[in-house]
């Protein structure tokens, strides 16, 4: 894990905005993770930005987010737009690359890896492809070393820039496990904190994060 010195100690707020899974922002992923990952934040599920309803409803909107984050990975430049509308203190994204080596076996529910993001720009660990500055890590490894890797990337909309970053590598056989294990780190690397929504009465324009350069 790793935090800039300026992130909080104290419990946090923090609004999802959703899981970049095979080189896209993905709704349906948080059906099946949404419970697991929202573990470390409180009891139920956490409500994220980027879901059905949003697709639904502000389809310009989420088909901007998709095609950016689909060319360019999730960076700071869209994290930036997309801050006014988080009630939380943070706004937190996770990344989930690779495969475990085998299916699950352990007798549990079956949940299919990724394959890595495809986005040229997306960087190992936190999705944040071509970070001004950051907690940007090295490119994500290639896909036949069979790695697993889960992230979550912290991004502060006071600061205007990522603070944190808590990432693990699982070479196992078991999704479950991995999903598991790392609800436990994120848990013990955010201590007391909960989860929070978003506000859509506040305006995001479709058009600004179009008009992101590739390196913003």
Known sequence: ?????E????????SILGVFRD???????WDELGMRLSAPFGTGTCPIAFDKDLISKKEDLANAIDDYARANGVTEGLLDK????????????????????????????PTQAASPPTAPSTTRGGGMG?????????????????SFEVSATLFS???????GLVSMDYAGSSANDAFA???????????GASCAGWHWDVP?????IRDLKEDE
């Not at 080189?23 to 992923?29: C, H, L």
């Not at 801050?83 to 996770?94: K, W």
């Not at 294990?181 to 201590?191: D, G, M, N, T, W």
């Not at 995001?204 to 600004?208: H, I």
């Open 1 to 5: 894990m790793r935090f800039a010195p």
């Open 7 to 14: 992130f909080p100690k104290t419990p946090q707020k923090i």
């Open 23 to 29: 080189g896209r922002m993905n709704a349906e992923s």
């Open 82 to 109: 997309l801050a006014p509308a988080a009630s939380g203190d943070e706004v937190l994204v996770f990344t989930i690359a690779g495969k475990p080596r085998m299916h699950d076996v352990d007798g549990g529910v």
């Open 130 to 146: 071509r970070q001004r500055g950051g907690m940007g890590m090295s490119p994500m490894r290639a896909a036949e070393r069979n």
């Open 157 to 163: 909309p006071h600061d205007h820039r990522s603070v």
């Open 181 to 191: 294990r790392f609800a436990q780190k994120l848990s013990a690397s955010l201590p």
């Open 204 to 208: 995001v324009d479709e058009k600004a």
